[in-house]
């Protein structure tokens, strides 16, 4: 079963608007930690956003903010003023577990997010 | 922050060659490393996650005669490719987190390899 969801395989936006990407995920452990990448063209995966289950406030890293919706088991990704190098692939991913040194990262299936000028 | 370095960047090889990978981590020690695989317009797909001083754990459908791996110290991983095959071609990612459990991974800038 797929434990991470990205239903937006594209998405158009253009330069300034604000974005939402879409993940929603599915586990049973209580305790699990969500993430947010992004792969620019080049490869590497860049880290943008973190967010613990347990965590009361949603995350926010600069122009990113992390929209978790617990019961409804989603953390979408808000960027806001949008530039046109967040032109990317975006990837949320789970991990599962407390002992984050020991636990993988399970990601989905990713987001190309296009800015138009 | 933390670096993970990743060599070589690239590799072409011919089929039936073996090729090593390997990931470091520069400004940390990695108890746990992990090795991805990801093909074009694709997601990474977790492929083993390397322990120090320990076999490497492989995910199903891995073959870890074909993918070996090796963690000999807490600053690096290896991952060797052995009797590549074009089909073996792919973008390898390397992540890697600190000793000191943070919570979240470090990724290498990756090598493509191509077998021809």
């Known amino acids: 079963a797929q434990k991470i969801t990205q239903t937006q395989p594209g998405m158009f936006v253009q330069e300034k608007e604000a974005v939402t990407l879409d993940c929603t995920y599915d586990?049973?452990?209580?305790?699990?930690?969500l993430f947010w990448y992004k792969q620019p063209s080049s490869g590497e995966m860049i880290f943008l956003i973190y967010?613990?289950?347990?965590?009361?406030q949603n995350a926010t890293e600069g122009r990113y903010s992390l929209n978790f919706q617990k019961a409804r088991k989603s953390a979408n990704l808000v960027i806001s003023a949008s530039q046109l190098g967040d032109s990317a692939m975006y990837f949320c991913a789970m991990r599962e577990g407390w002992d984050s040194s020991a636990s993988k990262i399970i990601f989905g299936s990713g987001t190309r997010l296009s800015i138009r000028p | 922050g933390a670096v993970v370095s990743q060599h070589p960047s690239w590799v072409i090889c011919k089929s039936g060659t073996s090729v090593k990978i390997e990931c470091r981590s520069l400004d940390f020690q990695a108890t746990t490393m992990f090795w991805y695989r990801q093909f074009p317009k694709q997601s990474l797909m977790l492929m083993a996650t390397s322990n120090e001083g320990s076999k490497a754990t492989y995910e199903q459908g891995v073959e870890k005669d074909k993918f070996l791996i090796n963690h000999a110290s807490l600053t690096l991983s290896t991952l060797t490719v052995t009797s590549a095959h074009p089909e073996d071609s792919s973008f390898y990612i390397c992540s890697a987190i600190a000793s000191s459990g943070k919570e979240t991974q470090y990724f290498g800038p990756g090598t493509r390899l191509l077998v021809l």
């Open positions: 967010q613990g289950s347990y965590d009361q």
């Open positions: 586990t049973s452990d209580p305790s699990y930690g």
